[in-house]
């Protein structure tokens, strides 16, 4: 499709909706499209230079309030009200938008009203079963019945993941009964346009080991203002969620790597007296380009389970040790569900005490015997996730002698996904 018009949008929690719409608008511009990208106020100057020639405006979002003593999914809970609330205020401000941008396509990754009855309207979701913890589990049909009436209002709904048994989202989006205008377009990542993603391109590695590319000529501006080069073994902590985990997560990942070269990518400003520490750099706002050449050389990646970070290193081929943000119920099935698989491990978050036995264990070079890394991944995984599993299905104990560790299947090739889920956009209004 070209010379359409189309609206963007993504949910305003966090970086990461915003994050995985980024190729897709890139990719729609680049087919002769006009884009236009509408976030929330806080979002934008993130974005701004990732989306060169594309139209932002501001589209006010829903902001959840954390608490420091309740759960998330609570949190959530309570705020309900408010969410109807902006669902109903972001659809009536679409329909104002529509009259002045006139767009063919609108495009809402996650928000629930923001559709239009007359102009062609996509949901982008990777959770179209919405998690409860297991004591509210009984909820969950209720909740994924309201999500499919959600679902229904657009015209079409994409799942940024693998259709097969082969898949990075596990239930959340597979093994129920799904909408028929639901299609799997392949994962999406900033680090690697649509296609790209397949056992041809991807290094076998494990928890974010591998070969460290060419690095010395990268370099950055440090918090002090005088340039760095990464050194040739260090860590890099990809920091996100809401307040007070996110600080939490910091000072334990920071204590237990002491003495441990650590980069700190982070999309909004730090707040920590751990700034003086000389071997942790703060990175704020990195580009596209910047962070994939931190992460792609790390010796270890340590991440929250949100399913966008999980896809963009897959996409790198990276592995990660996964730290589910506590009391959120989607990473903490991610983190269980991928634990052991294409290279990610995941611990709880008060159990991140070993990193620094495995940080600098990795193979010198990826290619290595499966042998070889089967020995980082079991010092990587036993001592964690033994001593308290993530859940009743975490990996069992590696069995002793001979390859330990059997190659996960590959993630397929996205192309032929990416393809049919444009040709499936209109280039013209609906009458």
């Excluded at 680049?30 to 884009?35: Q, T």
């Excluded at 979002?43 to 701004?48: A, D």
């Excluded at 996409?315 to 506590?326: E, H, I, N, R, W």
Aim: glycine content about 8%; hydrophobic content about 40%; charged content about 20%.
């Amino acid at each position: 499709m070209s010379g359409t018009t189309i609206v963007i949008s993504p949910l305003n929690w966090g970086f990461g909706h915003a994050g995985r719409m980024i190729p897709l608008a890139l990719e729609l511009q680049r087919r002769g499209n006009e884009v236009i990208f509408g976030a929330d106020a806080g979002l934008l100057p993130l974005i701004e230079n990732e989306l060169p020639g594309i139209k932002l405006v501001e589209i006010p979002g829903l902001r959840i309030r954390y608490s420091r003593c309740l759960p998330q999914y609570l949190s959530i809970f309570l705020q309900l009200p408010l969410v109807i609330f902006h669902a109903v205020r972001e659809h009536y401000l679409l329909i104002r938008l529509a009259e002045q941008f006139k767009p063919s396509v609108i495009i809402s990754d996650n928000r629930f009203g923001f559709f239009h009855r007359k102009i062609f309207s996509v949901y982008v979701t990777h959770q179209v079963r919405i998690p409860f913890p297991r004591l509210l589990g009984f909820m969950e049909p209720v909740a994924a019945w309201f999500h499919r009436m959600i679902i229904r209002r657009y015209d079409l709904c994409l799942v940024p993941d693998y259709p097969g048994p082969v898949n990075l989202s596990g239930r959340l989006s597979h093994d129920l009964k799904i909408p028929d205008n639901v299609h799997y377009m392949g994962p999406l990542s900033r680090f690697s346009m649509p296609g790209t993603l397949s056992v041809l391109t991807m290094p076998m590695t494990r928890p974010g080991f591998g070969t460290p590319p060419d690095l010395k000529g990268l370099t950055m501006p440090a918090p002090s203002g005088d340039n760095l080069t990464p050194p040739e073994t260090y860590c890099c902590l990809i920091l996100s969620g809401p307040e007070p985990q996110r600080s939490l997560l910091l000072e334990k990942v920071s204590a237990s790597l002491r003495g441990i070269r650590l980069f700190v990518l982070s999309a909004t400003p730090v707040k920590t007296t751990i700034k003086s520490d000389p071997g942790i750099t703060f990175i704020i706002k990195p580009d596209t380009e910047t962070m994939r050449h931190l992460i792609a050389g790390s010796s270890m990646v340590i991440t929250r389970a949100g399913y966008t970070s999980v896809m963009e290193l897959a996409s790198l081929g990276k592995g990660a040790v996964l730290v589910p943000t506590p009391g959120q119920p989607e990473q903490e099935y991610l983190g269980d569900y991928l634990n052991g698989q294409h290279g990610f491990v995941s611990v709880r978050q008060n159990k991140i005490n070993s990193l620094d036995q495995f940080a600098s264990t990795a193979p010198s070079d990826a290619r290595a015997a499966l042998t070889d890394r089967a020995e980082v991944i079991d010092r990587a995984v036993n001592p964690m996730a033994d001593s308290d599993p993530l859940s009743d299905n975490a990996s069992p104990p590696l069995p002793e002698g001979g390859p330990r560790v059997a190659a996960p299947p590959s993630l397929p090739d996205s192309t032929q996904l990416f393809e049919k889920a444009i040709n499936l956009l209109p280039e013209q209004n609906k009458e």
